[in-house]
């Protein structure tokens, strides 16, 4: 049977997400004059699948995902390092490893030459990920305050972000392909004590 589009996924099938995520880790935990090996990148391998099995089994949530699995790592090696310090580290060095398999780009010219390629992805995720990655950065830049806690543990967020969800999407919004209502409000660091700036990201 001939077929004219081939859907491929995108992270393990044209790019290695285990390998930028042992980049991302390794960059991260250098942030801090941490020295990881690889036994030691297994283990955090190991807790963070163990907390995705959680968040499937809706033990747990995302966003708290991305927290529990470096207080856990640092607690298991006895690390200094603030977890939620290295977790925004993390996303920001996981932002910056990109790394095809060997032989994605020449599977993608064949394909190409002969039918349509469409790349299969959670679309709104990305679109969120690349604000908070941008987030982020102005955060390790120093432009963008980072997120505080008081005494009692409550947090104040350097910065938010909202995207609309998919099932709220109408069918014209679909047929469109424009994702609208993309939000954030972020504090900026330094001698002001508190300045809110709003944005909008339209895809």
């Known amino acids: 049977m001939k077929k004219t589009v081939w859907l491929l996924d ?15 880790l390794r960059e991260a ?6 020295e990881i090996s690889v036994k030691e ?32 790592f640092a607690d298991a090696l006895g690390l200094s390092a603030d977890p939620h310090a290295l977790a ?14 060997e032989q994605a780009l020449s599977l993608l010219q064949n394909l190409h030459a002969r039918c349509r390629v469409a790349i299969v992805t959670n679309g709104i995720t990305q679109v969120q990920n690349q604000m908070v990655y941008a987030l982020k950065r102005g ?13 009692d543990g409550n947090a104040t967020p350097g910065y938010t972000t909202t995207v ?34 709003r944005g909008t990201l339209e895809y």
Not at 29 to 34: L, P, Y
Not at 139 to 151: C, F, K
């Open 29 to 34: 935990c250098a942030r801090f004059g941490i």
């Open 88 to 101: 925004e580290a993390f996303v920001v060095q996981l932002g910056e490893g990109c790394f095809l398999f």
């Open 41 to 72: 990148s297994a283990l955090y391998h190991e807790i963070n699948e163990a907390l995705w099995r959680k968040l499937e089994r809706g033990e747990t949530t995302q966003a708290a995902l991305q927290i529990q699995r470096f207080e856990t």
């Open 10 to 24: 995108a992270d393990m099938t044209l790019f290695d997400f285990e390998k930028a995520e042992r980049f991302a």
């Open 164 to 197: 609309p969800r998919a099932r709220d999407l109408t069918q014209a919004e679909r047929a469109s392909r424009q994702l609208k209502g993309c939000k954030f409000t972020a504090r900026l660091a330094g001698a002001i004590h508190y300045v809110e700036v």
């Open 139 to 151: 955060q390790a830049m120093g432009g963008i305050a980072p997120t505080e806690y008081d005494e």
